[in-house]
Structures are given as structure tokens and as C-alpha cells.
Nanobody, 123 residues
Framework: QVQLVESGGGLVQAGASLRLSCAAS????????MGWFRQVPGKEREFVAA????????YYLDSVKGRFAISRDNAKNTAYLQMNNLKPEDTAVYYC????????????????WGQGTQVTVSS
């Protein structure tokens, strides 16, 4: 089992930045890739970004490329999502996820989910 705990969400104005963190614990070696999804009420959970164990492979949702950056610190078993130039359409609950590979996350094959953290961007 892997436990994922997100933090860093909040309410910001458009154009601001936020950094989300996801701390992993447990059998993290079984699902070493980490990523982020988001969901708004009434819509499917949407892939946002993923990163491989070594950080060498990264994937992004087209609409966040150039604004969001995923990274990780393996010594701390923590992944991050730096979100810059936030827009109202980025408002959602953001979920951390873990899986075998970054490609798995991109195709929504998720082994573990976090509980989610709310991000609200006002116009």
C-alpha cells in the first residue's frame, strides 16, 4: 500500500502562483511514478502532469504546459506541482496519484490516489 497526502491548495487571484506538495509513504517502490489530476463537479477527473521515478520523463496536459511544472524530491518521497499564472479555469480539486510509470498515469492507470486539495482561482 502507498499513502499519498496532498497539501498547498488555497484561494488565489488570477495570475498568482501556488505550489502543491504530495508526500508519499508505504511501499512507494511498487508505484514509483507520481502525478497530478484535477476534477471539478460534474466532470471526469482530468490528467494534469506526471513524472517518472528519476524525473527524466514528464507529461503535461496541453492547457498547463508552460505554466505548471512537476518535480520530485526522492529523498523526501515528495512530488510537487508548481502552478504559475493561474487562471479561473484551473479551479478544481487536485489529486496526487501514483503508478508504475509516468505513461501509466497519463493514460489514467492509477494505483493510488490522495485525498485531494482544493485550488480556487478568482478572476
Amino acid at each position: 500500500q502507498v499513502q499519498l497526502v496532498e497539501s498547498g491548495g488555497g484561494l488565489v487571484q488570477a495570475g498568482a502562483s501556488l505550489r502543491l506538495s504530495c508526500a508519499a509513504s508505504g511501499r512507494t517502490f511498487s508505484s514509483p511514478a507520481m502525478g497530478w489530476f484535477r476534477q471539478v463537479p460534474g466532470k471526469e477527473r482530468e490528467f494534469v502532469a506526471a513524472i517518472s521515478w528519476d524525473g527524466g520523463t514528464q507529461y503535461y496536459l496541453d492547457s498547463v504546459k508552460g505554466r505548471f511544472a512537476i518535480s520530485r524530491d526522492n529523498a523526501k518521497n515528495t512530488a510537487y506541482l508548481q502552478m504559475n499564472n493561474l487562471k479561473p479555469e484551473d479551479t478544481a480539486v487536485y489529486y496526487c496519484a501514483a503508478s508504475e510509470t509516468a505513461a501509466s498515469l497519463k493514460t489514467r492507470r492509477v494505483d493510488y490516489w490522495g485525498q485531494g486539495t482544493q485550488v480556487t482561482v478568482s478572476s
